[in-house]
């Protein structure tokens, strides 16, 4: 099983409409959860921080189940320019040190 | 927010030669920072941890010695890609840690031609 998972999609959903993608996590050590959107060619920027249940910032939510070991990210009311990849990123205490381990991405094309 | 700057952001050089890339965290101190290299329509792969004032840490079939990294400041982290090959050519994205969140420069594209 791989550490950190997402469907890679792509979600291709209408303006307006919600939309939430999962992510899953095998390690129940992992301490602290980020998702960043990446648009084409560019760096990823991160989107939220998630350390405890969950986290909601304007049209976006994010919620940890812990116990299912998986995260969310609810989009509502999609924008046409919320259509990029989003990646999950789970830190993972390691040796010490902490790790932080990417999901493939999942993309979401909002379409007009 | 965190702000981290790449340079160059493309640089095209010829087989056999060096390149090297920096990344600066403008606006905080980093003690950690990340080299990822991500090839097209896939994801990052993390190919070291830099920290300052150590030697950094290579992921697994990274090949230390053709990428070196220098941390020399808790403001900038240096990648040097050594003999470049065309199959180096890639993103290469650094990153910048703080507190728990990466921030992320806006990345080198590299042709070895």
């Known amino acids: 099983r791989k550490e950190v998972e997402q469907d890679p999609g792509p979600f291709n959903v209408p303006?307006?409409?919600?939309?939430?993608?999962?992510?899953?996590?095998?390690n129940s050590a992992?301490?602290?959860?980020?998702w960043y959107r990446q648009d084409c060619r560019k760096e990823p920027k991160l989107l939220m921080s998630v350390y405890s249940s969950?986290?909601?910032?304007g049209r976006f939510t994010a919620q940890l189940n812990r116990a299912s070991q998986y995260i969310s990210l609810l989009i509502r009311d999609s924008k046409l320019?919320?259509?990029a990849t989003y990646l999950c990123v789970v830190n993972i205490?390691?040796?010490?040190?902490?790790?932080?381990?990417?999901?493939?991405g999942t993309r979401l094309k909002v379409l007009a | 927010g965190a702000v981290v700057s790449q340079h160059p952001s493309w640089v095209i050089c010829k087989s056999g030669t060096s390149v090297k890339i920096e990344c600066r965290s403008l606006d905080f101190q980093a003690t950690t920072m990340f080299w990822y290299r991500q090839f097209p329509k896939q994801?990052?792969?993390?190919?070291?941890?830099?920290n300052e004032g150590s030697k950094a840490t290579y992921e697994q079939g990274v090949e230390k010695d053709k990428f070196?990294?220098?941390?020399?400041?808790?403001?900038?982290?240096t990648l040097t890609v050594t003999s470049a090959h065309p199959e180096d050519s890639s993103f290469y994205i650094c990153s910048a840690l703080f507190g728990y969140e990466q921030y992320f420069g806006p990345g080198t594209?590299?042709?070895?031609?």
């Open chain 1, 15 to 26: 303006e307006g409409a919600t939309v939430a993608f999962n992510c899953t996590y095998s």
């Open chain 2, 68 to 77: 070196l990294i220098n941390h020399a400041s808790l403001t900038l982290s």
């Open chain 1, 30 to 34: 992992s301490q602290s959860f980020f």
């Open chain 2, 109 to 113: 594209r590299l042709t070895v031609t």
């Open chain 1, 81 to 83: 320019s919320d259509s």
């Open chain 1, 93 to 104: 205490p390691t040796s010490g040190t902490y790790k932080y381990i990417f999901g493939t």
């Open chain 2, 43 to 50: 994801s990052l792969m993390l190919m070291a941890t830099s």
């Open chain 1, 54 to 57: 969950g986290n909601e910032d």
